[in-house]
């Protein structure tokens, strides 16, 4: 099998046609074995368990009932079942455009890559709005991370994976934002990364989900799987150090407007003075911005 294709599901009762719908209609050409897709029903309680059931008897596609452990154990169990040489994942919510994996995999096989990351449509009710990456190899994960600012967007659902990747890597369970600490590991065993500006994917808005609903939880998530990658003393030298910094610092700042528990104010200061908010942080302090922010946006929400 060439491709394994992973769609966690729970409670999309409305979408999960539309995105398993767009998966199938995929095409490998030359090969009738190319694509397996997988299922994982993660303890739904709408309709979506039904649903899972009427593809279940279709060539290569296998479903899986198990109990509610959320987003990661979905798609761990789904790794485990997986055959193929490469690894994908669909969000239930989202869909693909015709035609995607048939473009897609001939990238990682022509010039072999541990990751290849497309481009992705964020759909936003009627708005659409693609997000073009560039055409860029990468031999070195950390300029992946870095240049190609690939901590904007970790999403596991726009990238193709070598399977082999995830032997000793699994998704976290209990933890959200879980794509973030996950892509870093994966990191740390991939030896070539591909962006390309082909466009497939489309992420739409979900109000219930994971980061439409996150708080406090999910960004003190965030923030430690942050404040882990940047303290690797291997990125501190690197071109573009600084301006993670400085996307480290947003997510500790609204991290605090949340919960506003100084137990999370945990991000290093570094001499770092590129924007309003870093030459803050060394006029005020790490804390009094983050106190000064959080009751500005209570006043604000008054």
């Known amino acids: 099998m060439l491709l394994s294709v992973i769609i966690p599901v729970y409670n999309v009762a409305g979408t999960l046609q539309r995105c398993v719908d767009s998966v199938l209609a995929q095409h490998i050409t030359g090969d009738d074995d190319g694509m397996e897709v997988i299922i994982v029903d993660d303890g739904s309680t709408d309709k979506s368990s039904v649903l899972c059931d009427k593809y279940a008897g279709r060539q290569h596609v296998h479903v899986i009932h198990q109990a509610n452990a959320g987003l990661s154990e979905a798609r761990n169990t789904g790794l485990k079942m997986a055959t193929g040489e490469y690894v994908t994942f669909v969000d239930s919510d989202d869909y693909l455009e015709p035609n995607a994996y048939n473009q897609l995999l001939p990238l990682c096989l022509t010039k072999p890559c541990d990751i290849l990351e497309y481009s992705y449509f964020r759909q936003f009710y009627k708005n659409t709005i693609p997000k073009i990456l560039s055409d860029t190899s990468y031999t070195d994960p950390l300029s992946y991370w870095l240049d190609g600012q690939a901590y904007m967007h970790s999403y596991a659902c726009n990238k193709i994976f070598k399977r082999s990747l995830f032997q000793h890597v699994q998704f976290p369970k209990g ?42 939880k999910s960004y003190r998530d965030l923030l430690e799987a942050h404040l882990t990658i940047i303290n690797d003393p291997r990125l501190r030298t690197r071109d573009g150090f600084a301006e993670y910094y400085r996307h480290v610092l947003d997510i500790q700042l609204q991290t605090y407007i949340y919960s506003g528990d100084s137990r999370d104010i945990k991000l290093a200061v570094l001499p770092f003075y590129g924007s309003l908010k870093l030459k803050l942080i060394h006029l005020l302090g790490l804390p009094l911005l983050c106190k000064s922010l959080r009751f500005y946006h209570l006043i604000a929400r008054r």
């Open 175 to 216: 933890k959200k934002f879980e794509d973030v600490p996950t892509l870093w590991r994966l990191l740390q065993t991939a030896q070539h990364i591909r962006t390309t500006a082909l466009c497939f994917y489309h992420y739409t808005y979900n109000a219930n989900g994971i980061t439409q609903r996150a708080r406090d």
